[in-house]
Nanobody
Framework: QVQLVESGGALVQPGGSLTLSCAAS????????MNWFRQAPGKERELVAG???????DYAAAVKGRFTISRDNAKNTMYLQMDSLKPEDTAMYYC????????WGQGTQVTVSS
């Protein structure tokens, strides 16, 4: 059974930091392109960051320099380190896996507010 389980979402003050995790099971994690997406209320889901099977990374302009995506293939886990958080980063964050098939997690809520 394929599962992507996000965790680490929380309420944090502007300027704060959070680390999200995405634990994968049921498929060959190391072969998959992994992405973080987010969706704010009333907005479309958007790509935040991605990491290929060999570790190459890419970021949306809005988060470049503040967020860091990484993966641990031995632990079947992807991470998103988020620093200098802004209120506009408030959203549900989802992990996504793609190779021959595509999988989505259920999301974890990040709220940036004072």
């Amino acid at each position: 059974q394929v599962q992507l389980v996000e965790s680490g979402g929380a309420l944090v003050q502007p300027g704060g930091s959070l680390t999200l995790s995405c634990a994968a099971s049921g498929f060959t994690f190391s072969r998959y392109l992994m992405n973080w997406f987010r969706q704010a209320p009333g907005k479309e889901r958007e790509l935040v960051a991605g990491i290929t099977s060999d570790g190459s990374t890419d970021y949306a302009a809005a988060v470049k320099g503040r967020f860091t995506i990484s993966r641990d293939n031995a632990k079947n886990t992807m991470y998103l380190q988020m620093d200098s958080l802004k209120p506009e980063d408030t959203a549900m964050y989802y992990c996504y896996a793609k190779w021959f098939q595509e999988y989505w997690g259920q999301g974890t809520q990040v709220t940036v507010s004072s």
